[in-house]
């Protein structure tokens, strides 16, 4: 009858959709040693970019059924959930010179560059990726300066790429050549299960 509407809300759903297995449009991105897209693109996928900074407790430290959850997918148990984001919270307020100075109370881990640069380290290593523009492997006092300068973009940039290569949301992102990304880890897995 008429031409298709630009603003078509079954496929805006879809793109909130979660990732599934993966196919052989991820299996490619699994595989490359580049990012999908760059720091800045987060037009690219606004619905993740939407979902990082207007919910980003949720986003960041659990699984709450969004499209992404970041430090579930790719940092150590202890540094996600209700206690990381109590501490990330401690960290960055009023208690922000102690953790810097003297890495007490939560420690320096939490406070923002530190514990977002976790992130970005473990993404490079687990896909063999570069540092992403503009600051690439620049850093000090153990951030980097990707995460002191541009960290919205760069979580969002970290969102992209886990969904990019099929990573959902409570799976783990994969470590190693033999490791299959998106592969589920069950709650209380030992350490050697869930390969970090």
């Known amino acids: 009858a008429g031409a298709p509407s630009p603003h078509n809300t079954q496929n805006d759903l879809q793109s909130l959709a979660v990732p599934g297995p993966p196919t052989a449009s991820t299996m490619s ?21 939407a979902y990082v900074y207007c919910c ?3 986003a960041v430290f659990f699984d709450c059924g969004g ?11 202890d540094m996600q959930g209700c206690k990381a984001c109590i501490c990330y919270g401690c960290a960055n307020a009023d208690c922000l010179p102690c953790n810097i100075i003297c890495d007490c109370p939560c420690g320096k881990r939490y406070v923002s ?3 977002f640069t976790a992130m970005l380290d473990k993404m490079v290593e687990v896909y063999g990726l570069p540092y992403p523009a503009p600051c690439g492997d620049s850093e000090c006092c153990g951030a980097k300066y990707q995460m002191c300068c541009c960290q919205p ?4 940039l970290i969102a992209r790429e886990l969904k990019a290569r099929g990573v959902a949301p409570g799976q783990v992102a994969a470590t ?13 897995a030992p350490a050697e299960v869930m390969e970090r």
Request: proline share 13%; net charge negative.
């Open 29 to 49: 991105v699994q595989d490359s040693k580049e990012w999908g897209s760059g720091t800045y693109d987060c037009f690219s996928d606004i619905p993740i970019c």
């Open 56 to 58: 980003s407790p949720c």
């Open 67 to 77: 499209p992404v959850a970041l430090a579930p997918s790719l940092l150590e148990p």
């Open 113 to 115: 560059p530190c514990y």
């Open 153 to 156: 973009c760069t979580v969002c």
């Open 176 to 188: 190693g050549a033999s490791a299959t990304v998106g592969v589920p880890v069950a709650a209380g």
